[in-house]
């Protein structure tokens, strides 16, 4: 079969820097181990994240010209609400700056304290949000998620027995929303099937309880569902979209993934009452409801990219991919999470590192290593970003820990993917070197973004095995 490359060819270019290993060397200790510390100049492939890092197309570069910066009923406001209302159907809408903006608003005006949500798998920020609600945040994925080479064409989904579990324990007065975050980021951007979200309607329904979408990645979920579902093959990735969000009462989305821009978001819903509570909040900690924190050039890039990530030869390429990655790493011996996610490829580091315990930090001492051999920079999603202390201060480890590789979109080529993995695999053939972590500063909340690493001593570490 003919082999297709990238459906689009480069019109400028940003040069990216060499380094070498001592200077990365030097680099890493500056920043204290900690990734998201050092300058993106030091960076040679950054896949950090795939939020906002997308490289937007020639339309999107000529709409922001063309973005209409006035402070009330811009042209491009209603250009984005057509492209809203087309794709995802919802009544009402407010656009955002990114997604956590659009969480913060509706989670501070329907939750209350003691409130749950349930979720296949929050993400970071919007676990935050609903925790400074002081309410609590239930992940309720399917168990085959935790184990990373199981293959399984929707790892993602919600478990329907959980749920329905859930409900009838805490009561659904308890429960004013339930959310489905697809794909899902945090088990390795794993889809989750619409079988798997008509089911979990139905099951809400039957409480009244609304059903949101975390929608960042819907584009990509689409075409796992096109791909991969039975029935479905045969329809646009915009149908499969409409489908989707027909079953939902809402959606918060961070147009920074499957809108393809670099900033802007939104939230969708169909509750006038709560429309009413979200319009005031917006005005005040965001802005006037046609522009929510958004320049007009910004709404304008959204609205384009928003049918741009739909388009199916664009995500067979970001799909297909993500894969390649995959595969090289997998003929390398690497453990990663299995079938290859939508956005990031996620490696095991407990297996890649066994002679690191999980209380020395495998996934980020593995993060530190891949900056040293190869200027790469990944993120840990692990003890560090999740570790929890209980109330004796011991710590309660997640269930996995993992690297992720986010792939930003339409940035790299297939030729800095093969990069990438002969860095990995370099690292994985003298893994045994490698050392652990210890933490030296952290704060308190989403402590990963500011704490200061130092590498354990050899003597130390021999002693931990
Ligand atoms: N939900 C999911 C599933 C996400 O992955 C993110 C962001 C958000 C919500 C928040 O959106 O950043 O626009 O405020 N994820 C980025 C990442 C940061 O790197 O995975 P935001």
Known sequence: ?????????????????????????????????????????????????????????????????????????????????????????F????????????????????????????????????????????????????????????????????????????IQEKGPEKI?????????????????????????????SRYGIPLFVDACRYAENCFF???REQGYKDKSVLDIAKELFSYADGATMSAKKDGLVNIGGFLALNSDEIFEKVKQKLILIEGFLTYGGLAGRDLEAMARGLYEALDEDYLAHRIGQVRYLGERLIRG??????????????????????????????????????????????????TVMFGKKDATGAVIYPELELVRLAVPRRVYTNNHLDYVAQVIRQVYERREEIRGLRIISE???????????????????????
Not at 117 to 146: G, S
Not at 336 to 351: T, V, W, Y
């Open 333 to 382: 011996g690497v453990t990663i999470i299995q079938p290859p996610g939508g956005h990031a490829i996620f490696i095991d580091a407990k297996s890649f590192l066994p002679h690191i315990p999980q209380k020395d930090l495998p996934a980020q001492a593995l993060v530190a290593e891949l900056y040293l051999e190869g200027g790469l920079r990944t993120s840990e999603i692990g």
């Open 225 to 227: 569902i096109k791909e």
């Open 91 to 166: 009544r009402h809408f407010i656009p955002t700056h990114q997604g956590r903006a659009a969480e913060h608003i509706l989670f501070s005006t329907v939750l209350r304290p003691g409130d749950i949500v349930p979720n296949n798998t929050h993400f970071d920020t919007t676990r935050a949000n609903v925790e400074l609600q002081d309410a609590i945040a239930l992940d309720l994925v399917e168990e085959k998620a935790f184990k990373p080479e199981y293959i399984h064409p929707f790892k993602g989904n919600m478990d329907l027995e959980k749920l329905e579990k859930t």
């Open 1 to 89: 079969m003919l082999h297709f490359p990238e459906p689009f060819k480069i019109k400028m270019v940003e040069p990216i820097r060499k380094t070498s290993k001592g200077e990365r060397l030097s680099i890493l200790k500056k920043a204290s181990y900690n990734l998201f510390l050092i300058p993106a100049e030091d960076i040679f492939i950054d896949f950090l994240s795939d939020s906002g890092t997308s490289a937007m197309s020639d339309s999107q570069w000529a709409g922001l010209m063309q973005g209409d910066e006035s402070y009330a009923g811009s042209k491009s406001f209603y250009r984005l609400e057509q492209a809203v209302r087309d794709i995802f159907g």
């Open 443 to 465: 704060s308190p909340t989403l402590r990963h973004f500011t704490a200061r690493f130092e590498p354990l001593e050899a003597a130390a570490a021999a002693g931990n095995k």
């Open 176 to 204: 004013p929303l339930c959310m489905i975050t697809v794909t899902n980021n945090s088990v390795g951007g794993q889809p989750v099937s619409i079988k798997n979200i008509r089911a979990s309607k139905e099951v809400l």
